[in-house]
C-alpha cells in the first residue's frame, strides 16, 4: 500500500460518531454557534441544530479523543448557557459530512 493509501486507511479506521442531546439553558446563548467553532478547533465535522423542545442536538465525527474532547466542551456550553444534561450515544460513523455546520 502506498503513503497515501496508507494514511487514508488509518483516517478511516480512526473515525468515531457522536449524537448528543443538550439540555438546560441552551438556547438563545449562541451555544450553535460555541459548538461550531469548537468542533472547528478540534478538527470535527458534523452539525448542531436547535429542536423544537428547547435541546439542542450534535452529530459530530472524528477521532474518538477529539470526541471525547468536544463532549467535555458541550458539557460547560458558552458562557450564557446553563447545561442541565448531555445524552451521548455512539452509533457507528456514517461518513457524510465535509464541515461542521449550524443547522438553521
Known amino acids: 500500500m502506498d503513503e497515501g493509501g ?3 486507511y488509518n483516517f478511516c479506521i480512526m473515525q468515531e460518531r457522536i449524537e448528543c442531546v443538550i439540555r438546560g439553558r441552551v438556547q ?7 459548538a461550531k467553532r469548537k468542533a472547528d478547533e478540534l478538527g ?3 452539525s448542531v441544530q436547535n429542536m423544537p423542545d428547547g435541546s ?3 452529530a459530530a465525527e472524528g477521532e474518538e479523543e477529539k470526541l471525547k474532547q468536544f463532549i467535555e466542551l458541550l458539557k460547560k456550553g458558552p458562557l450564557l448557557a ?6 451521548v450515544k455512539w452509533p457507528e460513523p456514517q461518513s ?4 461542521f455546520q449550524i443547522i438553521f
Open 96 to 99: 457524510k459530512f465535509h464541515n
Open 56 to 58: 439542542v442536538n450534535v
Open 82 to 87: 446553563r447545561v442541565d444534561d448531555v445524552l
Open 28 to 34: 438563545m446563548v449562541l451555544f450553535r454557534d460555541f
Open 6 to 8: 496508507l494514511q487514508f
Open 44 to 46: 470535527l465535522v458534523g
